[in-house]
């Protein structure tokens, strides 16, 4: 059975998605933006990779934590960055500080040329449920 998870706390939608789909104890999150829960999707980012690399993680946290999970869970994550080169090393300081350096998650970082809502960074991942 798969089930369409939409989290309450976690930021507005930007586009027509679920914010994550469940399927045999894999789940899967849809790419979080820095985009602030309780605000609109039209509100103003904040400045800078660093900035927005830990609010995108705190959004998958919240994420998580709708469907009773952790970043303890996550097997692999998909990065984008509008900015790769100029932003790759900022972003890595950060987005490592969210896991214990023993249990870094499988992870592909891709440069693009643009996000929605005008974003820096993106993320998505897969988490596995305990058993």
């Given at each position: 059975?798969?089930?369409?998870?939409?989290?309450?706390?976690?930021?507005?939608?930007?586009?027509?998605?679920?914010?994550?789909?469940?399927?045999?104890?894999?789940?899967?999150?849809?790419?979080?933006?820095?985009?602030?829960?309780?605000?609109?999707?039209?509100?103003?980012?904040?400045?800078?990779?660093?900035?927005?690399?830990?609010?995108?993680?705190?959004?998958?946290?919240?994420?998580?934590?709708?469907?009773?999970?952790?970043?303890?869970?996550?097997?692999?994550?998909?990065?984008?960055?509008?900015?790769?080169?100029?932003?790759?090393?900022?972003?890595?300081?950060?987005y490592k500080s969210f896991f214990p350096a023993d249990r870094l998650p499988a992870r592909t970082t891709?440069?693009?040329?643009?996000?929605a809502v005008g974003a820096l960074v993106e993320i998505d991942c897969i988490a596995r449920r305990p058993?």
């Amino acid at each position: 059975m798969t089930e369409f998870h939409n989290i309450s706390d976690a930021p507005t939608h930007v586009a027509p998605f679920s914010h994550a789909v469940e399927s045999d104890g894999w789940v899967i999150l849809t790419g979080q933006m820095p985009t602030k829960p309780g605000g609109a999707t039209t509100d103003p980012l904040d400045d800078g990779v660093e900035a927005q690399t830990r609010q995108v993680m705190l959004n998958l946290e919240t994420v998580l934590k709708g469907v009773g999970l952790d970043l303890s869970h996550v097997v692999q994550c998909r990065c984008f960055l509008t900015e790769f080169e100029r932003d790759y090393a900022v972003f890595n300081e950060t987005y490592k500080s969210f896991f214990p350096a023993d249990r870094l998650p499988a992870r592909t970082t891709v440069g693009v040329t643009a996000l929605a809502v005008g974003a820096l960074v993106e993320i998505d991942c897969i988490a596995r449920r305990p058993a």
